[in-house]
């Protein structure tokens, strides 16, 4: 069987984590209990979980020239991701992230895109043959939305699966949106892009129709809202459908999405049926929360499984 290709355009972070008792108060000095650093960004995060889970992944990226950008390289090559169209950028720094978990697992984050934010459409263009040879791209909105653009031009024209996770929130143009194949919101995020309310089941499907309405119409469209503990509403032209969360005990919710995405894309990519793929991404998500930091969060199969079997 053919290995499934993944090809991630996003960011690649280090992120600073420190686990205190909870946030601070404005002008408040929290003393916190730990701190460590792990490589994350939503780009390479999404490209870790497809790799763990057996895609073969091309990055497209920049980092800077600096500590932090050695540290991201040797994840990289040691998660086995091509690396060839992360740029190094001599005039920008890496992007960092500063996270602060609670007790509960629940998170803070404040990311500083740096290099990330000079991604270019000429970039793209350099990389579109991994994008036009991928069965899926995955898209994230870290990086500008230029280079988004570009890349699923190249998509499109190569019938090549587009999957964008819209976060963090922001308004995005319909030029981007309505060459969307698979759209991953959170309820955050679905609010903001469809203006409507996401606080119960029949908002929800309200929601979910209204942003079908703009992304790609070639019938094979579909959303699929991330609803935390609520679980997965898979919504298409055809068809709406809740998936269930997994009871899982919560260490560190920072990259659920990420691995969601990740794991999502390369149930796709290996020709699973979309209902199928949600539900491994579902479980993908859920081993992700029970492991300290991003990437280190990202889980395998055996992961995956073992969280089945509870």
């Known amino acids: 069987m053919q290995q499934p290709k993944v090809t991630v355009l996003g960011s690649a972070n280090v992120d600073l984590v420190i686990r205190a008792e909870r946030m601070p108060n404005r002008g408040e000095t929290l003393i916190g209990e730990t701190f460590d650093i792990f490589t994350g960004g939503k780009g390479f995060n999404q ?41 190094t950028d001599a005039e920008s720094g890496t992007g960092i992230a500063t996270i602060v978990v609670e007790p509960d697992g629940d998170n803070s984050i404040i990311v500083v895109p740096r290099a990330n934010m000079r991604i270019t459409p000429a970039d793209i263009d350099e990389a579109k043959d991994c994008i036009a040879n991928a069965d899926v791209l995955l898209l994230q909105l870290e990086t500008p939305i230029d280079a988004s653009e ?30 969307v194949d698979i759209l ?18 029949e908002a929800r499907i309200v929601t979910a129709e209204a942003l079908q309405t703009q992304i790609a119409t070639d019938g094979h469209s579909a959303v699929v809202l991330t609803l935390g503990e609520q679980g997965v509403l898979l919504y298409t032209p055809t068809q709406s459908t809740h998936v269930s969360a997994l ?12 691995a969601f995405s990740g ?19 579902t479980a993908a998500g859920a ?15 055996e992961k995956i499984e073992a969280i089945h079997s509870k």
């Open 184 to 201: 991953t919101p959170n309820a955050t995020e679905a609010a903001l892009l469809s203006g409507h309310a996401v606080n119960t089941l």
């Open 150 to 179: 570009r890349a699923v031009e190249i998509a499109k024209a190569n019938d090549t699966t587009v999957i964008l996770d819209p976060a963090p929130a922001r308004p995005l143009p319909p030029s981007l949106l309505s060459q």
């Open 287 to 301: 081993a992700a929360v029970t492991v300290l930091g991003a990437t280190p969060s990202m889980p395998t199969h």
């Open 247 to 258: 009871s899982v005990d919560a260490v560190d919710t920072t990259g659920a999405g990420d």
């Open 263 to 281: 794991a999502l894309a390369t149930a796709l990519a290996n020709g699973n049926d979309l209902l199928e793929a949600v539900k491994f991404a």
């Open 47 to 87: 490209a870790t979980a497809a790799a763990r889970l057996g895609a073969q992944v091309t990055l497209i990226g920049r980092i800077g020239d600096d500590p932090f950008a050695e540290v991201l390289r040797s994840a990289i090559e040691s998660e086995q991701i091509d690396s060839q169209y992360v740029k």
